[in-house]
């Protein structure tokens, strides 16, 4: 059975940092590319990054670049979203998402991301 698990959110003034993991287990994490997905309150889902381990390949929406920094331990199964300099529209909760083709075949819960003074 495929399981994501996020933890790692919570409340942070802006400028700050915070470290989202996604622990994954039921598939081949080392071969597989994962992607972290926003929903910002009230808003639909937004594409954050995604990583291709495999090839050494990480994309980013233009507004987290230089900010975000996706990573993969593949001995502890993890993927990571180190967010620097957040800003109150980094505000969401955010899902770690396996990708299958072109698609997000499996999904973890979520975690809030708050942004606030």
């Known amino acids: 059975e495929v399981q994501l698990v996020e933890s790692g959110g919570g409340l942070v003034q802006p400028g700050g940092s915070l470290r989202l993991s996604c622990a994954a287990s039921?598939?081949?994490?080392?071969?597989?590319?994962m992607s972290w997905v926003r929903q910002a309150p009230g808003k639909g889902l937004e594409w954050v990054s995604s990583?291709?381990?495999?090839?050494?390949?990480?994309y980013y929406v233009d507004s987290v670049k230089g900010r975000f920094t996706i990573s993969t331990d593949n001995a502890k199964n993890t993927l990571y979203l180190q967010m620097n300099s957040l800003k109150s529209e980094d505000t969401a909760v955010y899902y770690c998402?396996?990708?299958?083709?072109?698609?997000?075949?499996?999904w973890g819960q979520g975690t809030q991301v708050t942004v606030s003074s």
């Open positions: 990583i291709y381990s495999y090839i050494s390949n990480t």
């Open positions: 039921g598939f081949t994490f080392s071969s597989s590319a």
């Open positions: 998402a396996k990708i299958t083709g072109w698609e997000y075949d499996y």
